[in-house]
T-cell receptor
Framework: DTGVSQDPRHKITKRGQNVTFRCDPISEHNRLYWYRQTLGQGPEFLTYFQNEAQLEKSRLLSDRFSAERPKGSFSTLEIQRTEQGDSAMYLC????????????FGPGTRLTVL | AQSVTQLGSHVSVSEGALVLLRCNYSSSVPPYLFWYVQYPNQGLQLLLKYTSAATLVKGINGFEAEFKKSETSFHLTKPSAHMSDAAEYFCAVSEAGTYKYIFGTGTRLKVLA
């Protein structure tokens, strides 16, 4: 069990470019979550998957954001036409099926949009 | 709607002193409650969780928290602060039947030598 991993750890991009982040959850966890954390704030929920099904999306997740988990294992979060306001830490977490919803977090991907 | 309030965005204590970080929640049903710690440029690490069993919950690194339904509180304490406790602490709530967390805005703990 190597924990939740995220790639890349840091991404610098120019406004208007597309970016994609990857999250690999703990192998036996069937739930996967994405959160966004801006400076000085707590993480905000974006979306979550149970296996490959995306079951809930926050209204924070605009049309420019899309998340997938095609085989119920790793997940990707894509941001199209990035804006400076997208600059944040993007956190991924996973949890097992039968738990008290204890979520295990990855190290995050820090996005800077210039 | 659920919400979490953490009073005090910054708390300073002397090394060896009591640590008290406050968390109040609003929830229409008994929630699950969590405390996480975040070190700079890292993800969140679970300190402890309340899941409707014992109201006094012990966690890692000497931390504990008490669930008080009448006060809708879940304050985090540690009897004696250590320099390595300096970090940001987040309280989170999750209602049974939902899976997303609602986080507070965090409390940055500073430990003075």
């Amino acid at each position: 069990d190597t924990g939740v991993s995220q790639d890349p750890r840091h991404k610098i991009t120019k406004r208007g470019q597309n970016v994609t982040f990857r999250c690999d959850p703990i192998s036996e966890h069937n739930r996967l979550y994405w959160y966004r954390q801006t400076l000085g704030q707590g993480p905000e929920f974006l979306t979550y998957f149970q296996n490959e099904a995306q079951l809930e999306k926050s209204r924070l997740l605009s049309d420019r954001f899309s998340a997938e988990r095609p085989k119920g294992s790793f997940s990707t979060l894509e941001i199209q036409r990035t804006e400076q306001g997208d600059s944040a830490m993007y956190l991924c977490a996973s949890s097992p099926a039968f738990s008290y919803n204890e979520q295990f977090f990855g190290p995050g991907t820090r996005l800077t949009v210039l | 709607a659920q919400s979490v309030t953490q009073l005090g965005s910054h708390v300073s204590v002397s090394e060896g002193a009591l640590v008290l970080l406050r968390c109040n929640y609003s929830s229409s049903v008994p929630p699950y409650l969590f405390w996480y710690v975040q070190y700079p440029n890292q993800g969140l690490q679970l300190l402890l969780k309340y899941t409707s069993a014992a109201t006094l919950v012990k966690g890692i690194n000497g931390f504990e928290a008490e669930f008080k339904k009448s006060e809708t509180s879940f304050h985090l304490t540690k009897p004696s602060a250590h320099m390595s406790d300096a970090a940001e602490y987040f309280c989170a709530v999750s209602e049974a039947g939902t899976y997303k967390y609602i986080f507070g805005t965090g409390t940055r703990l500073k430990v003075l030598a």
